[in-house]
């Protein structure tokens, strides 16, 4: 994205897309969120201002006890509001340019597999904030994943129709996400010039830090 990732357009959009994520929370927010969005204009403001002078700071998580079958739980966690909008507005920042370095047969994980064609942006905004419920529910922002799917079939059957493979591997890495190493992370985010700014890669590393609980191990 062109613009400054604490712009305040940048963050209406973020707002739209961590709205929409928010429905996946633990523990889902009675208002939907309608409060942060009836005082955006002074919320998203004071968090611009912030962002822009560097002194944003990730709250603390909520810790949870999620109910499970069999009168057991499990832990879960609730991320403050604001910082999920932020979280966003950085992942809106780096998008673009890391979708660039993902090669043509790379079917998931892609906003929308058809940006680079004409008029098709990466990031789809419907500015649907206040928009009823029912509205709501028929609109997304982000282009739906199966929209890749007749793309990834082609590809799939040419590979099959050309007789150059044998075997087909499928295969699963357990808790990846959970074990990048951070440091890692960081150093590939900024020394492949994915972003020539390193306050966003701090403030991304901040939010990872300070929501994830350390193992005994490392």
Known sequence: MDKNFYSLDNLGLSLNFAKDAAKGFFLPDFFRHQDFVHNSGLLLNDISIKLKNQEYKPHQ???????????????????EFADFVVLFAVICSFAKKLDTKLPDNVFSCRFNPNYQSPDQPL????DILLLPAEQRRKLKFFEQWY??????????????????????????????YEN?????????????????????????LDFLR???????DG
């Open 61 to 79: 998580i909520l810790t949870l006890e999620i109910p499970k079958t069999g009168l057991t739980t499990r832990p879960g966690s609730l991320i």
């Open 180 to 204: 990048i190493n951070h440091d890692v992370l960081k150093n590939l985010l900024i020394k492949e010039h994915y972003y020539h700014q390193s306050y966003e890669v701090n403030l991304l």
């Open 123 to 126: 990031f789809v905004d419907r």
């Open 147 to 176: 929209d890749a799917w007749p793309a990834f079939e082609l590809a799939t059957k040419e590979i099959i129709d050309s007789e150059k493979y044998r075997y087909l591997v499928i295969s699963d890495i357990s808790a990846y």
């Open 210 to 216: 300070n929501w994830t609980t350390p193992l005994p």
